[in-house]
């Protein structure tokens, strides 16, 4: 216990440093030199290998074992877990410990569920590194696209406050990366070192052979390792996710505020100078929007996917329990986490058919006010072509899709959480009822 005890505490002491490192230390002064240093960071963690910006616009990625290294390595490892864990949920051998075995020792039943479950999100998780890293290799990524056209941004195109928040934004995220990252890790870490105590003291106690042992001491940290490399990577796209969500928000606020305060304008003139701007910076968010839409809906679509597995393995898993220990509560809580993740992120995703929604209304009462005024034939022009594209902008899907299955919007996210409720019910009641 004070092994423990000293091992959180300076994990705790380390963690507190580096916060107080971020915070103190120079940062970064502009939207451009944030894009600059992070990018290189969801590279490794969510690529697995890097590359400049030179290498990638020239189409010259070398194409070496040295610089797909690290991918190679984490890949074959968790091919390795993703086999192993097959044969061993479907097979029995005296070279490994039984399931049964397994349950007694940790006190829960049906582990089983979760051995296919752990295949299945490996699986899912390396078919998702996959696609985004043969998009990397052949040039074709959205995600870069969408980075290297706000590479250059210009920080004056924002408000002050804004800047401001997108900066302390930045900050609050590289502090949220290292908490989890760190949280994770131990997590891993004590969680290793419980299950390594627990199959030694079963070794102790003869429930387990001396073969066996040796088994859980070459598989136990493959698994640890495969776990942090699915979390890391779900982090890093995560917190660069947010990060760009909330700078696509900050400016649809903005262009939001500018539309509002231009409203009430009757100078023809003016009209046409509003409507230039009005429209060239609605079709870079609209376009800005799409891109990012492009780069996240197939991971969005693999996480609904994700998240609705372990839903139904969490309803069948606590239905085969006898009684609730500390291991089985401690897995259904663990559970419910990717369903509370899941809901959380498509919660951050709904603002922009809201946006969409008040810029056309406002354009809308503008247009309306305008069309009562005697408008000279050089202005007829304009005023079809703001017609016509203010039609268009109410039906343009202007946000965000989980793959091709639906467009998020906050009714559809309620619904998504009103519809997983009584699916769940239906079969757990279907579960007790074959019991």
């Not at 290294?69 to 949920?89: D, K």
């Not at 004590?190 to 073969?211: G, K, P």
């Not at 372990?310 to 329990?321: E, G, H, K, N, P």
Request: net charge positive.
């Amino acid at each position: 216990m004070d092994c423990f005890r000293l091992i959180i505490k300076n994990s705790v002491a380390v963690i507190l440093l580096k916060i107080a490192n971020l915070i103190w230390s120079k940062t970064e002064s502009s939207i451009s030199e944030i894009i600059d240093s992070g990018y290189p960071y969801l590279q490794y963690l969510f690529l697995r290998f890097k590359y400049s910006w030179e290498e990638y616009e020239q189409q010259r990625i070398p194409k070496t074992f040295r610089r797909f290294y690290a991918a190679i390595l984490i890949s074959l490892n968790a091919w390795f877990n993703i086999i192993f864990l097959t044969i061993y949920s479907n097979t029995e051998s005296s070279i490994w410990i039984n399931l049964k075995d397994i349950e007694k020792i940790i006190d829960c039943e049906r582990f089983d569920l979760l051995v296919i479950a752990f295949v299945i999100l490996f699986g899912i998780g390396e078919y998702t590194w996959f696609c985004y890293f043969r998009q990397a290799i052949t040039y074709k990524m959205f995600t870069h696209k969408i980075i290297y056209k706000n590479l250059h941004f210009d920080d004056t195109r924002l408000a002050t406050n804004y800047r401001r928040y997108i900066f302390i934004h930045h900050l609050f995220i590289k502090i949220s990366a290292h908490l989890c990252g760190a949280f994770i890790i131990t997590g891993i870490i004590v969680a290793y070192v419980i299950d390594t105590y627990i199959v030694i003291q079963a070794y102790i106690n003869n429930q387990i052979t001396i073969e066996k042992l040796t088994l859980c001491f070459f598989t136990f940290p493959s698994l640890a390792i495969q776990f942090i490399s699915i979390s890391t990577m779900l982090l890093a796209g995560t917190f660069a996710s947010s990060f760009f969500v909330e700078f696509l928000k900050i400016r649809m606020k903005q262009f939001y505020i500018f539309l509002k305060h231009n409203e009430s304008s009757k100078n023809i003139p003016k009209l046409k100078f509003n409507w230039n701007c009005i429209h060239r910076e609605y079709v870079e968010l609209y376009d800005e929007t799409a891109l990012f839409d492009k780069s996240i809906s197939f991971a969005l679509l693999n996480m609904e996917t994700a998240s609705k597995i372990l839903s139904i393995t969490a309803c069948v898993f606590y239905s085969r329990q006898t009684k609730m220990s500390p291991t089985n509560t401690m897995i259904m809580l663990g559970i419910s986490l990717a369903f509370v993740y899941t809901a959380i992120l498509y919660s951050r995703l709904v603002f922009p058919p809201k946006y969409n929604h008040h810029y056309c209304r406002l354009l809308l009462n503008r247009m309306a006010r305008k069309s009562i005024v005697k408008y000279h034939n050089r202005h007829k022009n304009l005023i079809i072509k703001s017609n016509l594209f203010i039609q268009t902008m109410s039906d343009n899907h202007f946000g965000f899709h989980c793959g091709q299955i639906f467009f998020i919007t906050k009714f559809q996210v309620v619904e998504l959480f009103m519809m997983n409720l009584p699916l769940i019910i239906l079969f757990y009641k279907k579960i007790c009822m074959a019991k």
